[in-house]
């Protein structure tokens, strides 16, 4: 976990690794910039994979005769043929649209190279998006995966909704954080791994029919097997991903000595004043990205990317104050 962190350009009330209720309270006041008829957030995350967003769907409500004037394309032909007379469909607009956010922040996440931590960046994200979610008069609802266990909390409305989904950030941070200053003993090695496909089947079973489900990680984990659970979940909510990066996972750094590093299961020496070490960063990199675009238009799932080296504010284009 490398964290040399510039101070003046942190966000408000954060230290970068650490969360704080301050820091996330703060994005209550920020959310209206984003409602109707403003753009939305995703209009300005919009990147090489850029997808035209829904709206709220539309309920079925009845079938009654065809009259001047109704569109020609909510007849309803079996009904036109069964009678003999046009019919129409009449529909009405989903009044609810529950959110429902998987938020990771597993091992992988506990990483920062320069602003913030990719797991508190992600919280960040997952906090303008519930309050956004409450402003709108929708439930917010929250999967959060630290890599050892789940935490469910169920869609709810008005601000509870969003501070228990901000609290529950807050715990899985502090307790991330713990778990990463401990040695490996045969006491906490022992706690069974979570693997992401497993937490995807979780969120399956948690969403209400008709969610938006957004899903915020590095996805440093995510397989081909995961893709029958995420088609099954895309027949009836709409699904996005919003990926976070850190400009070291480029090769992207000034440091040019030599850092011993550990991703929990091996550990290594290197020497990033070597182009080849950049550059096998850069490479990997590359391949990941190359996968997850891939898997991502292969069930046409927008995807956004966010990095850990600028406030979240400023990235979506938008002033501090």
Request: net charge neutral.
């Amino acid at each position: 976990m490398s964290t040399p962190l510039t101070a003046m350009s942190l966000p408000v009330h954060s230290d970068g690794i650490q969360l704080c209720l301050a820091e996330l309270l703060h994005y209550k006041d920020q959310a209206v910039r984003w409602l109707p008829p403003a753009q939305s957030v995703w209009s300005h995350l919009q990147g090489q994979h850029s997808s035209k967003q829904k709206g709220r769907g539309m309920n079925f409500a009845e079938v009654r005769p065809y009259q001047a004037g109704d569109d020609i394309r909510a007849i309803d032909w079996r009904v036109t043929a069964r009678t003999g007379k046009p019919h129409t469909k009449l529909f009405t607009e989903e009044r609810e649209q529950p959110v429902m956010l998987l938020v990771d922040m597993s091992n992988s996440m506990q990483f920062g190279s320069q602003l913030l931590l990719k797991s508190v960046q992600a919280a960040h994200f997952a906090s303008l998006i519930s309050w956004l979610t409450i402003k709108a008069q929708d439930r917010i609802g929250a999967l959060v995966y630290n890599g050892s266990a789940l935490h469910e909390l169920k869609p709810a409305g008005r601000q509870q909704g969003a501070l228990r989904v901000i609290n529950q950030l807050i715990a899985s941070q502090q307790h991330a954080l713990l778990n990463a200053q401990q040695t490996p003993t045969s006491d906490n090695s022992s706690v069974p791994a979570i693997a992401f496909s497993e937490t995807l089947r979780h969120l399956s079973h948690l969403c209400p029919k008709g969610s938006d489900i957004i899903l915020i990680s590095d996805f440093h984990t995510l397989s081909e097997n995961d893709k029958r659970v995420l088609s099954q979940l895309r027949h009836h909510n709409r699904i996005q991903f919003v990926q976070i990066t850190d400009p070291l996972e480029q090769g992207v750094t000034d440091f040019r000595g030599t850092e011993y590093v550990a991703d929990g299961d091996q550990s290594v020496w290197l020497d990033f004043s070597a182009d080849h070490t950049r550059a096998q960063f850069l490479s990997l990199y590359q391949q990941q990205q190359q996968m997850l675009k891939a898997f991502t238009n292969k069930l046409a799932i927008p995807l956004y990317t966010l990095s850990a080296a600028m406030p979240l504010l400023q990235q979506l284009g938008q002033n501090k104050g």
